[in-house]
């Protein structure tokens, strides 16, 4: 499994970006598709995921409301939409697949840096 993460860069706060992650390697039904994200001297946190059936999406409350993930099957994507970004909500963001029934994340992409400004 391979995944390619972009859409990262510098925004003001307020501000909206638009994360991809390309999955390649597999098909990928009965999977979830995760984004999770590691801002400088803290641990990585979770983000948001769904399944790769487009059911199912759930957030970490410090982004719900702000940001929204979905996917494109055709394209095997996967997206996180944030707006009313925060400074933050600046950290590296990363890309993750794992089966429905898994606990844990075993497969991941490179990360794409989101920086916001005051």
């Known amino acids: 499994v391979q995944l390619q993460a972009s859409g990262g860069g510098l925004v003001q706060a307020g501000g909206s970006l638009r994360l991809s992650c390309v999955a390649s390697?597999?098909?990928?039904?009965?999977?979830?598709m995760g984004w999770f994200r590691q801002a400088p001297g803290k641990e990585r946190e979770f983000v948001a995921a769904i399944s790769w059936s487009g059911s199912m999406p759930y957030y970490a409350n410090s982004v719900k409301g702000r940001f929204a993930i979905s996917g494109d099957n055709a394209k095997n994507t996967v997206y996180l939409q944030m707006n009313s970004l925060e400074p933050e909500d600046t950290a590296v963001y990363y890309c993750?697949?794992?089966?429905?029934?898994?606990?844990?994340?075993?497969?991941w992409g490179q990360g794409t840096l989101v920086t916001v400004s005051s």
């Open positions: 993750a697949v794992k089966r429905i029934s898994d606990a844990s994340w075993p497969y």
């Open positions: 390697g597999r098909t990928f039904s009965g999977y979830d």
